[in-house]
């Protein structure tokens, strides 16, 4: 008895309990999240369009049925789920099956994946080719090296790039962590590297898959120090390359080694991930970051630098350890190649002799600094509310920035309980750039996407090439830089083409999305289809603006060219089996079943097409 009236006083105190456990004890997961509101309804939404705005800023593209199953779940707690990111994708897994490449270590995908002149050599020291053959490039030439490739199990490095590319587009297409997938696109795009570099093609499937994507939603420094370890940005940026200078035994002199100071990295990482533009440094902080930093490289991998790793392998643990090396994945510091002499960066003094600590200590110090908190701040404002965030949301999500250590989480809280998130200003005044666009229509038709390579195609004309921007900016996250008259047809052809059923290798039932019901006339399905491809927006002017073009004579021969288009810059058939098949589905109930001369002319397709080209539809 004494024992169980001693549960039950416990029980009765077990809020306060956790109340003071809770001062002492990290917040689990979760907990943190328990008082989420969002201000929607100061905002005059509804909860259906609250939860459209929502999905529309945190995911690749929402259906009626997405803005449904949101609104009955609720918007905070399905917004707690993405933060968290561990929903099963058991599906999208399946899909990913065939795409062995990307799930290599970076070892092993330089092994497997040799780029194409690292192939050459190799069959010219095996004297299956010679050096005189190389120049005429011809088929027997080509037939050689084909050959050479499967007898030692080698694979094409555009087999690898197309397979990364193709992850891609599905994980956004089909992910149910969809956030996860947006933020791992924004940070990718804010730590840009580019394919077109050196060896990083070969090294961003690591890249991604082991930096980027698990830091999405942790903390900044944790991210900022990954990408600056990563070979892929220690290749693109060229600090694998940097070395500063020793001092002479006799500490009256220094000696410079091989390679030099390079000060790209250290330029961009303040410049363009931390502090931004105007953040406060100077070009002499700029220097005395890039000495800090020399010595960070790349652990030596693969055929080209096994000297270097012979030489690593045969120091013992111990000599390792005391000569300051420092080995971790990929990444290397050779203490060897470092500037061990003191710095100042910022005001702040890096004593001589600090080793690898020195950087990890510049990157907490970026990483923590206010402006960085602001320029972050901007960014992610700018993705995901406008343009032109206010100043006021920027200063609240700063503030949560630096208060929670550069937490993630928090800081898209902070912006998402904001009522500058739910502002009219903010609704629907983004524009989608070509991957977006892409994704969100596949997406809003069901579409079930067999040849991935083949959207990424209408990108890349459309202006987006993934993983292929040069510049360390990354692409711009503003609307003029997507919007120009050229950009507009390709939007309306990519549309027009997709919906016909023209993109070989994507299918889809256009009946199905209106629960098998054909439409009794044009107007009757561009009515219906703007409700559907467009949940919770008022539809009235989109439907004035897109009669016309229904109207006008030329329309299917305007479908005809913009698939040819597609046919022309495509290696892959556009007429399978299969993709004769979607065609079919996609019309299927207007000319199969109707043959009223207004159905006749006028195609759901085109409908379904038109609007997916409209300007309505190219904003979130």
């Given at each position: 008895?004494?024992?169980?009236?001693?549960?039950?006083?416990?029980?009765?105190?077990?809020?306060?309990?956790?109340?003071?456990?809770s001062?002492?004890?990290p917040?689990?997961?979760?907990?943190?999240?328990?008082?989420?509101?969002?201000?929607?309804?100061?905002?005059?939404?509804?909860?259906?369009q609250?939860a459209?705005?929502?999905?529309?800023?945190?995911?690749?593209?929402?259906?009626t049925?997405?803005?449904?199953?949101?609104?009955?779940?609720?918007?905070?707690?399905?917004?707690?789920q993405?933060?968290?990111?561990?929903?099963t994708?058991?599906?999208?897994?399946?899909r990913?099956?065939?795409?062995?490449?990307?799930?290599?270590?970076?070892?092993?995908?330089?092994?497997?994946?040799?780029?194409?002149?690292?192939?050459?050599?190799?069959?010219?020291?095996d004297?299956?080719?010679?050096?005189?053959s190389?120049?005429?490039?011809?088929?027997?030439?080509?037939?050689?090296?084909?050959?050479?490739?499967?007898?030692?199990?080698l694979?094409?490095?555009?087999?690898l790039?197309?397979?990364?590319?193709?992850?891609?587009?599905?994980?956004?297409?089909?992910?149910?962590?969809?956030?996860?997938?947006?933020?791992?696109?924004?940070?990718?795009?804010?730590?840009?590297?580019?394919?077109?570099?050196?060896?990083?093609?070969?090294?961003?499937?690591?890249?991604e898959r082991?930096?980027?994507?698990?830091n999405?939603?942790?903390?900044?420094?944790?991210?900022?120090?990954?990408?600056?370890?990563?070979?892929?940005?220690?290749?693109?940026?060229?600090?694998?390359?940097?070395?500063?200078?020793?001092?002479?035994?006799?500490?009256?002199?220094?000696?410079?080694?091989n390679?030099?100071?390079?000060?790209?990295?250290?330029?961009?990482?303040?410049?363009?991930?931390?502090?931004?533009?105007?953040?406060?440094?100077?070009?002499q902080?700029?220097?005395?970051?890039?000495?800090?930093?020399?010595?960070?490289?790349?652990?030596?991998?693969?055929?080209?630098?096994?000297?270097?790793?012979?030489?690593?392998?045969?120091?013992s643990?111990?000599?390792?350890?005391?000569?300051?090396?420092?080995?971790?994945g990929?990444?290397?510091?050779?203490?060897?190649?470092?500037?061990?002499s003191?710095?100042?960066?910022?005001?702040?003094?890096?004593?001589?002799?600090?080793g690898?600590?020195?950087?990890?200590?510049?990157?907490?110090?970026?990483?923590?600094?206010?402006?960085?908190?602001?320029?972050i701040?901007?960014?992610?404002?700018?993705?995901?509310?406008?343009?032109?965030?206010?100043?006021?949301?920027?200063?609240?999500?700063?503030?949560?920035?630096?208060?929670?250590?550069?937490?993630?989480?928090?800081?898209?809280?902070?912006?998402?309980?904001s009522p500058?998130?739910?502002?009219?200003?903010?609704?629907?005044?983004?524009?989608?750039?070509?991957?977006?666009?892409?994704?969100?229509?596949?997406?809003?038709?069901?579409?079930?996407i067999?040849?991935?390579?083949?959207?990424?195609?209408?990108?890349?004309?459309?202006?987006e090439?993934?993983?292929?921007?040069?510049?360390?900016?990354?692409?711009?996250?503003?609307?003029?830089?997507?919007?120009?008259?050229?950009?507009l047809?390709?939007?309306?052809?990519?549309?027009?083409?997709?919906?016909?059923?023209?993109?070989?290798?994507?299918?889809?039932?256009?009946?199905?999305?209106?629960?098998?019901h054909?439409?009794?006339s044009?107007e009757?399905?561009?009515?219906?289809?703007?409700?559907?491809?467009?949940?919770?927006?008022?539809?009235?002017?989109?439907?004035?603006?897109?009669?016309p073009?229904?109207?006008?004579?030329?329309?299917?021969?305007?479908?005809?060219?913009?698939?040819?288009?597609?046919?022309?810059?495509?290696?892959?058939?556009?007429?399978?089996?299969?993709?004769?098949?979607?065609?079919?589905?996609?019309?299927?109930?207007?000319?199969?079943?109707?043959?009223?001369?207004?159905?006749?002319?006028?195609?759901l397709?085109?409908?379904?097409g038109?609007?997916?080209?409209?300007?309505?539809?190219?904003?979130?």
């Open positions: 008895m004494k024992k169980a009236l001693r549960i039950a006083s416990i029980g009765c105190a077990v809020p306060l309990l956790l109340f003071i456990l001062s002492f004890l917040a689990p997961s979760g907990v943190l999240w328990r008082g989420m509101s969002f201000p929607y309804k100061q905002a005059g939404l509804t909860k259906a609250a459209a705005h929502l999905l529309s800023r945190f995911t690749f593209g929402a259906s049925e997405d803005v449904a199953i949101v609104e009955k779940q609720g918007l905070e707690k399905w917004f707690k993405q933060l968290e990111a561990q929903l994708d058991d599906s999208l897994q399946n990913l099956k065939e795409y062995d490449g990307i799930q290599l270590s970076t070892e092993q995908i330089l092994a497997v994946y040799p780029r194409n002149f690292q192939v050459v050599r190799m069959a010219i020291q004297s299956v080719v010679n050096k005189d190389i120049q005429s490039n011809g088929p027997k030439y080509r037939e050689l090296i084909k050959n050479y490739m499967q007898q030692k199990g694979r094409s490095e555009n087999d790039e197309q397979q990364l590319i193709n992850q891609k587009i599905l994980r956004a297409a089909y992910s149910q962590n969809q956030l996860q997938e947006v933020l791992s696109s924004f940070w990718f795009n804010h730590f840009n590297v580019t394919m077109n570099k050196g060896d990083c093609s070969q090294y961003m499937p690591s890249y082991d930096v980027i994507r698990p999405a939603l942790g903390k900044f420094e944790n991210l900022l120090l990954a990408t600056a370890q990563s070979p892929a940005m220690l290749t693109y940026l060229d600090n694998s390359s940097s070395s500063g200078v020793k001092m002479s035994s006799n500490g009256k002199g220094v000696k410079r080694i390679g030099g100071l390079n000060e790209n990295y250290a330029r961009e990482v303040m410049e363009l991930h931390t502090l931004g533009v105007d953040g406060g440094y100077t070009q902080d700029v220097t005395e970051a890039a000495r800090v930093l020399t010595g960070w490289t790349l652990f030596p991998l693969g055929q080209n630098n096994k000297e270097a790793r012979e030489r690593l392998d045969k120091m643990p111990e000599t390792f350890t005391q000569r300051g090396f420092v080995h971790t990929d990444f290397l510091f050779a203490s060897n190649r470092h500037d061990d003191s710095k100042t960066v910022l005001g702040h003094t890096f004593k001589a002799g600090g690898y600590e020195e950087g990890v200590a510049l990157l907490h110090m970026l990483a923590t600094n206010p402006s960085t908190a602001k320029f701040s901007r960014k992610l404002a700018i993705r995901f509310v406008s343009d032109n965030p206010p100043q006021s949301l920027i200063d609240k999500m700063a503030k949560t920035f630096t208060d929670k250590d550069g937490d993630i989480k928090a800081v898209l809280t902070t912006m998402v309980c500058e998130f739910w502002s009219k200003d903010a609704i629907r005044e983004k524009t989608k750039s070509p991957f977006e666009l892409v994704i969100s229509a596949v997406r809003s038709i069901h579409a079930d067999k040849k991935p390579y083949q959207l990424f195609n209408w990108m890349n004309r459309m202006g090439k993934t993983y292929y921007y040069v510049a360390p900016t990354g692409f711009p996250d503003r609307g003029q830089y997507w919007i120009n008259t050229g950009s047809l390709n939007r309306m052809n990519f549309g027009l083409a997709l919906a016909s059923g023209r993109i070989p290798g994507v299918t889809f039932n256009l009946l199905a999305l209106n629960n098998n054909e439409p009794e044009t009757s399905a561009l009515n219906t289809f703007c409700h559907i491809l467009m949940p919770e927006r008022s539809s009235e002017a989109t439907i004035k603006r897109l009669t073009l229904l109207n006008d004579p030329e329309l299917q021969k305007k479908v005809e060219k913009a698939a040819g288009k597609t046919a022309a810059s495509d290696s892959t058939p556009t007429t399978s089996t299969a993709d004769k098949t979607s065609i079919l589905y996609a019309m299927q109930g207007n000319n199969a079943h109707n043959n009223t001369p207004a159905m006749n002319k006028y195609m397709a085109q409908v379904v038109i609007i997916i080209g409209s300007p309505e539809f190219q904003r979130r």
